[in-house]
């Protein structure tokens, strides 16, 4: 058993409200959880299983908050949500038997291509378009698959399900944003049941932390909702740049081998 100091937790409480304001609006809140858990002396299983707990609370808050403003129809988006989860809960599941070294190396290449397609593209704002894929189709197969991605390793769902609404669906900034925090909340889900039933869970910080995640996803939802796409874009735009550079600098980064770095 883990019994951290009060000090230990107000600093993961706080590390929890800055992640989910972030990830309320742009995804990416794991890169500053996972390495304030890790810092705190926390297993790196623990980590990764109390991370999933804790992330639940921010985006059900950031979801709860995008419904109320009608930005998400919660009873219609649903199906998607439970094929998210289910996408993740098998991600999860096999984990531990996947080579996870071609995903870590290709990884921040996809994020920065993330990165630079929200930037040059100019015509990216908060009016919605038609589908580009039909929305069975984006149902059943990009979902659960960014869904399964969430549950293997985790960084930059956020960014890969705004791309997948984007470009996919066809839908404004604002509106993308909303539903992929309701995605990324099933995918949340199914990947917290395995790790739940694997043992990985720290209560006492996945509530604490939960809470600072609560409270940090309605300020960040809210001001998103205020601003729109003139702050989603640039936001989303730094957190995908920065969680690439994150990973690039991780000594044990294939990549890295690869070019000999």
């Known amino acids: 058993m883990i019994d951290l100091a009060l000090h230990v937790l107000l600093f993961l409480f706080i590390a929890a409200f800055i992640a989910g304001f972030i990830d309320?609006?742009?995804?990416?809140?794991?890169?500053?959880?996972?390495?304030a858990m890790l810092l705190a002396g926390i297993p790196p299983l623990q980590t990764l299983g109390t991370n999933k707990l804790q992330a639940l609370f921010g985006s059900g808050s950031a979801t709860l908050a995008y419904a109320r403003a009608g930005q998400v129809n919660l009873r219609?988006?649903?199906?998607?949500?439970?094929?998210?989860?289910?996408?993740?809960?098998?991600?999860?599941?096999?984990?531990?038997?996947?080579?996870?070294?071609?995903?870590?190396?290709?990884?921040?290449l996809l994020l920065l291509g993330i990165a630079l397609y929200f930037a040059l593209k100019p015509n990216i704002?908060?009016?919605?378009?038609?589908w580009?894929?039909?929305?069975?189709?984006?149902?059943?197969?990009?979902?659960?698959?960014?869904?399964?991605?969430?549950?293997?390793?985790?960084?930059?769902?956020?960014?890969?399900?705004?791309?997948?609404?984007?470009?996919?669906?066809?839908?404004?900034?604002?509106?993308?944003?909303?539903?992929?925090?309701?995605?990324?909340?099933?995918?949340?889900?199914?990947?917290?049941?395995?790790?739940?039933?694997?043992?990985?869970?720290?209560?006492?910080?996945?509530?604490?932390?939960?809470?600072?995640?609560?409270?940090?996803?309605?300020?960040?939802?809210r001001f998103a909702m205020k601003r729109g796409a003139k702050i989603i874009k640039p936001i989303l735009v730094v957190t995908s740049t920065v969680l690439a550079i994150r990973l690039m600098a991780d000594p044990t980064n294939p990549l890295r081998l690869w070019l000999g770095w």
């Open 125 to 130: 704002g908060d009016v919605d378009r038609h």
């Open 132 to 221: 580009r894929l039909a929305e069975l189709a984006f149902a059943f197969t990009v979902v659960p698959l960014i869904g399964f991605y969430d549950g293997v390793f985790g960084p930059g769902t956020g960014s890969f399900f705004m791309l997948a609404f984007v470009t996919l669906a066809g839908f404004g900034v604002l509106k993308a944003t909303a539903h992929t925090k309701l995605l990324n909340f099933g995918s949340n889900i199914g990947a917290f049941a395995v790790f739940l039933a694997y043992g990985a869970m720290l209560w006492k910080v996945g509530f604490v932390m939960g809470a600072g995640q609560f409270f940090g996803a309605q300020v960040g939802s």
């Open 24 to 35: 309320s609006i742009a995804g990416g809140g794991g890169m500053i959880t996972i390495p």
């Open 76 to 108: 219609r988006q649903l199906p998607m949500a439970a094929l998210s989860a289910i996408g993740a809960a098998l991600g999860a599941a096999v984990a531990t038997v996947l080579p996870g070294e071609v995903l870590k190396a290709i990884l921040p």
